[in-house]
T-cell receptor, first 115, second 112 residues
Framework: DAGVTQSPTHLIKTRGQQVTLRCSPI?????VSWYQQVLGQGPQFIFQ???????GRGNFPDRFSARQFPNYSSELNVNALLLGDSALYLC??????????????FGPGTRLLVL | DAKTTQPNSMESNEEEPVHLPCNHS???????IHWYRQLPSQGPEYVIH???SNVNNRMASLAIAEDRKSSTLILHRATLRDAAVYYC?????????????FGQGTELSVKP
């Protein structure tokens, strides 16, 4: 089975622009989570979606938004980009088990550079 | 959120065992201990997880202290491909919606 896929792999934007990142989960996984990883730090949780509903939100401004589609793929949108938004954006998918949300499997990420 | 403490970096020689420690003194009864690793230029990769008992899989072993305030990830024979940042994460499936809270992790370098 294919792993989590993300597009694009790299992206360059200028301050004030908007960006949309895409994620396709592993087949059968209904939960998608988004993380931001700034250089030299561990990933920071942004959003979690399960069955197309937001189930968790991290400490990020309202410029960050996301949604999940009926096929369980997801988009992360960031408006009014700032230099500090330059980071690796990671998507992870998981399935729901009887013990709760299962292991998260990460994609390779989208590297965003804001100039 | 319960926190974990890991050394910033460790070194190992190829084909020798590696013991990566993690302290989590404020762990709660429903926190699972998860380990992920991140190879250069890749997303994090699940390694292993456990609750109370020691766990083994094809990648590694997880030794959990009896009081659960610390744990150790054991790589039995380090290879050059094991060079990565290793994250020890506490995860409460029921109260946190399953989100992962990453710390700084331990950067493991493996010398040939």
């Amino acid at each position: 089975d294919a792993g989590v896929t993300q597009s694009p792999t790299h992206l360059i934007k200028t301050r004030g622009q908007q960006v949309t990142l895409r994620c396709s989960p592993i087949s059968g996984h209904k939960s998608v989570s988004w993380y931001q990883q700034v250089l030299g730090q561990g990933p920071q949780f942004i959003f979690q979606y399960y069955e197309k509903e937001e189930r968790g939100r991290g400490n990020f401004p309202d410029r960050f938004s996301a949604r999940q589609f009926p096929n369980y793929s997801s988009e992360l949108n960031v408006n009014a980009l700032l230099l500090g938004d330059s980071a690796l954006y990671l998507c992870a998918s998981s399935r729901w088990t009887s013990g709760g949300l299962g292991t998260q499997y990460f994609g390779p990420g989208t590297r965003l550079l804001v100039l | 959120d319960a926190k974990t403490t890991q050394p910033n970096s460790m070194e190992s020689n190829e084909e020798e065992p590696v013991h990566l420690p993690c302290n989590h003194s404020t762990i709660s009864g429903t926190d699972y201990i998860h380990w992920y690793r991140q190879l250069p230029s890749q997303g994090p990769e699940y390694v292993i997880h456990g609750l109370t008992s020691n766990v083994n899989n094809r990648m590694a072993s997880l030794a959990i202290a009896e009081d659960r305030k610390s744990s150790t990830l054991i790589l039995h024979r380090a290879t050059l491909r094991d060079a990565a940042v290793y994250y020890c994460i506490l995860r409460d499936l029921y109260n946190q919606g399953g989100k992962l809270i990453f710390g700084q992790g331990t950067e493991l370098s493996v010398k040939p």
